[in-house]
């Protein structure tokens, strides 16, 4: 046993600090920009990353990454997230291009590869449906064969980034008469082919961030299918052996925390600091506490993975935990503030340029979108702990 | 990072899960809450015989060497078949004595307590229910070639069948409380000593122990006079990680009756645990053991090693002493009404975690030692 990083993780560790601190701007935590609106900055903070090999370190070197070890991909998850360096990951790197290294066909890979590894080519995620969100294997939206194409006809939903993406790594059907889970195929969507449409969704925090995407009568080459027609889900569960511990959480919330800290100390109200306020410690505490325990709930599972086993229930627990958890921060940011927590960035007299205020409007989509916590609990109960479906 | 046992732990853990599993069931555990010792001499005699008692001790004094890492491992398992038995406060009357003890001392007493012949528990909380040197109020009052012990103490555990008494004195008034603390070695059969058991929600045999003027020979004083709370400070550490480790081990137990209730417990034409409300309930359990142990090993590891660990233990003490209880009181919502009976088991569990919630500080204590931790 040993909770210590070794001498090379923590060289490799602050290499990765120097290389944040370096490409960001000296004020870059004293302002709150959510992730949309930095997104033009964020497209240029991926492609260097590309550049030094990081953005895809996790594939293998022929494809355009390090083939970095899960530590690694691990330490630079929590480290590139603690500095809020932004560009890191993404359906391209996490998702995409994984599957196509194990099952395209080699003009695929030559085709979408590189742009993904170099940070060139920004993708989206095309399987949410309005009817098909935690049950997701009952989509339908249609991919018909015609000639060398395929026709797509239907709608997605809450497409994050569809409006910025050069690509869509998508799930069409393609068998409707088959068990749901085995008519689906994956496919590579052009987001300019004809037929596409993509409309703006304004989320709770005032930000266009996701899309509905419809397709009418959009045709795709054949060669855009990825893999074997029809086994579409079942590729994907492939991808399970990248950087799934959602440790990266814990190095934003790290960071949050101590603003949190740094703030309750130096802010006086009624004639004594927050930080002396009984209730606040104790909040406060918790939390640090709480980001303990969800730190190793996540590292537990990159310690798994290198010791080549298969994570699963555990993937699920540091899914719920951690989106429950900055949940739970933000209401701790927003009780050290009292009335304050009203306020919003830009607003005259806005604490901590209104971070608080727009991360607990923000995280309510954490426990929903990638996994809700009920789908998760469901997994930790039937394929965690053997109770019946 | 490493988050696995070595080769050694793992054999130590099937071993120990073993030899509890066929020696000490849930219904013996049950007799030792109605028994006037709460322990079964038969049953230490074994547990010396495997080693147990004399694990930490150096070579010498007839131990192993063991780490407190090894050692919190065989705890794990003692907590999860809730042992009744009184190791931990052997075990800590060791550590205090190897710490400070003098070699003629530790020869006198750390062979029998290894062997389990002897037992001994260290007599520190008095009625105002505090860990901090400020809360100890008995005296110890030099009298030429003799010490003069006076006050009461509360909830020393197992006071009622040890032979020997590490009592905690404070021997000089100071401004700074942490000075003038002195540890004397008391047989407890010595006159003057009166020890009551208390009647608790665990039914483990914490007890009050008297001192009226219990007179005790120079050579009692264990350390230096005046000079041994950082020892004393040590010991509660480890006492607290040791604690920590004993409830994984219990909540895991909990975490597995629990699903098996949930499998069979059939109601509306299905087993309740394939109902959402149950299930979800015992998702939430696991989270909550597996989030106990890595933040549990992490201060048993350092402490361990020997590196600084005051905030790990902090943080470990801080989540599980209301984890343990969260997991109990989950548990006992899936068990239903037949949970609430005496003849299930899960009950002794539920007070048993109230127990370790609140020994050595509860889980507010602890996040204040968090929040001076953080810089607040």
């Known amino acids: ?389 | 990072m490493d988050l696995g046992l070595n080769e050694t732990q793992e054999i130590l853990r099937r071993i120990a899960r073993e030899f509890l599993e066929a020696e000490s069931p849930n219904a013996l555990v049950r007799q030792m809450e109605q028994d006037e010792k709460g322990y079964p001499p038969e049953l230490y005699r074994k547990i010396a015989e495997q080693g147990w008692a004399s694990m930490i001790l150096p070579e010498e004094f007839g131990g192993d060497g063991a780490s407190f890492l090894d050692l919190c491992v065989l705890n794990e398992e003692l907590g999860r078949a809730i042992a009744p038995v009184p190791l931990h406060d052997v075990w800590l009357s060791q550590y205090l004595l190897l710490d400070l003890a003098s070699d003629e001392q530790k020869k006198q007493y750390l062979p029998a307590l290894g062997s389990g012949d002897t037992i001994a528990t260290i007599a520190l909380t008095e009625p105002s229910a505090r860990y901090d040197a400020g809360a100890v109020a008995t005296t110890a009052e030099a009298d030429g070639d003799e010490y003069i012990l006076n006050g009461t103490k509360l909830f020393v555990s197992n006071a009622n069948i040890a032979d020997l008494l590490l009592v905690v004195a404070r021997s000089r008034a100071a401004v700074n409380k942490e000075e003038g603390i002195s540890v004397f070695a008391v047989p407890a059969n010595t006159p003057g000593i009166s020890i009551t058991p208390l009647v608790t929600i665990a039914l483990d045999k914490q007890c009050e122990v008297v001192l009226n003027n219990v007179r005790v020979p120079a050579s009692a004083l264990v350390g230096p006079l005046h000079g041994a709370w950082s020892a004393i400070e040590r010991v509660i550490d480890k006492g607290k990680v040791l604690i920590c480790t004993w409830s994984v081990g219990g909540a895991s137990y909990v975490l597995e009756m629990t699903v098996y209730s949930a499998k069979r417990r059939v109601q509306f034409g299905r087993p309740i645990g394939t109902f959402q409300a149950i299930s979800h309930k015992c998702a939430d359990m696991a989270i909550d053991v597996d989030g106990m142990r890595f933040v549990v090993y992490h201060a048993a590891w350092r402490l361990s090693e020997g590196l600084p660990a005051d905030q790990e233990i902090a943080i470990a003490k801080g989540w599980t002493a209301d984890a343990y209880r969260r997991v109990t009181a989950l548990g006992h919502q899936v068990h239903g009404g037949v949970g609430f009976m005496m003849d299930y088991d899960i009950q002794m569990y539920f007070r048993r975690a109230k127990m370790a919630e609140v020994l050595y500080g509860d889980a507010d204590l602890h996040r204040e030692l968090v929040a001076q931790g953080l810089g607040l």
């Open chain 1, 1 to 389: 046993m040993d909770f210590q990083w070794s001498a090379e993780e923590a060289a490799f560790q602050k290499e990765v600090r120097e290389f944040c601190i370096a490409n960001l701007p000296a004020d870059w935590h004293e302002q709150y920009q959510d992730d949309e609106e930095a997104f033009d900055f964020s497209r240029v903070a991926a492609k260097k990353l590309g550049q030094k090999g990081w953005l895809a370190m996790a594939w293998p070197k022929e494809y355009g990454g390090l083939g970095a070890s899960h530590w690694k991909q691990a330490l630079f998850n929590y480290e590139t997230s603690y500095q809020r360096f932004p560009g890191v990951g993404g359906i391209g790197i996490g998702m995409a291009g994984p599957t196509m290294m194990i099952y395209g066909t080699e003009e695929q890979k030559k085709q979408w590869l590189p742009d993904i590894a170099s940070g060139a080519a920004y993708w989206c995620q095309l399987f949410t449906e309005p009817g098909a969100g935690s049950d997701l294997a009952s989509l339908q939206t249609r991919a018909v064969e015609d000639g060398d194409d395929y026709v797509i006809n239907g709608q997605k939903i809450f497409t994050s980034g569809g409006h910025h993406a050069v690509f869509g790594w998508a799930g069409f059907r393609t068998d409707p008469n088959a068990p749901k889970h085995r008519g689906i195929s994956v496919f590579v969507v052009p987001m300019d082919t004809p037929g596409v449409t993509v409309r703006p969704l304004i989320n709770m925090t005032g930000v266009h961030a996701q899309n509905e995407i419809f397709f009418d009568d959009a045709r795709l080459s054949k060669d855009n299918l990825v893999g074997e027609r029809n086994r579409g889900w079942y590729q994907m569960a492939t991808t399970l052996d990248f950087e799934r511990s959602g440790v990266g959480r814990y190095g934003a919330a790290t960071r949050i925390l101590e603003e949190i800290v740094e703030y309750a100390k130096d802010t006086r109200l009624n004639g004594h600091t927050i930080a002396q306020e009984p209730r606040v410690r104790n909040k406060i505490a918790n939390m640090a506490i709480e980001m303990e325990v969800g730190k190793y709930i996540g590292f537990r599972i990159v310690w798994m993975q290198s010791k080549g086993l298969i994570p699963n229930r555990e993937a699920s627990m540091s899914k719920v935990w951690g989106a429950e958890m900055m949940q739970r921060l933000a209401n701790t940011g927003m009780m050290t503030m009292g009335m304050y927590v009203q306020l919003r960035r830009g607003s005259k007299h806005a604490q901590m340029a209104g971070r608080i205020e727009g991360q607990y409007k923000a995280t309510v989509v954490g426990s929903i979108a990638g996994g809700s916590s009920e789908v998760n609990r469901n997994i930790i109960a039937t394929r965690g702990l053997g109770l019946p479906r």
